[in-house]
Nanobody, 124 residues
């Protein structure tokens, strides 16, 4: 069964950058779509974007377009999320999620596999 582990979170100043990793084990990511979600304190988990082997990058949240970028290396079984020009409002726990197939869903129930999350804090 696919397992996902995120890493790369931390404390960064506004305007800074981070690169999050989502590493898969026990199965190949070749046949999965991978999405990134985040959950801020007291808020629901929200979908940010997804990468599909067929459809490429699909953004769910307008506020991250042009700032967040997703990439994948199936040979390394890893997906990355580059976070640029971070704002205080980006502070949240970031999760990667996977679902077999080529479709990308913007909602939590669209994914069967989840990582444990990595904390991103944007503060001066």
């Amino acid at each position: 069964q696919l397992q996902l582990v995120e890493s790369g979170g931390g404390l960064v100043q506004p305007g800074g950058s981070l690169r999050l990793s989502c590493r898969a084990s026990r199965a190949s990511l070749d046949f999965y779509s991978i999405a990134w979600f985040r959950q801020a304190p007291g808020k629901e988990r929200e979908g940010l974007l997804c990468i599909s082997n067929k459809w490429g990058d699909i953004y769910f949240k307008d506020s991250v377009k042009g700032r967040f970028f997703v990439s994948r290396d199936n040979a390394k079984n890893t997906v990355w999320l580059q976070l640029n020009n971070l704002e205080a409002e980006d502070t949240a726990v970031y999760f990667c999620a996977a679902e077999q197939g080529v479709s990308c869903a913007a909602y939590v129930s669209g994914y069967s596999y989840w990582g444990q999350g990595t904390q991103v804090t944007v503060s001066s």
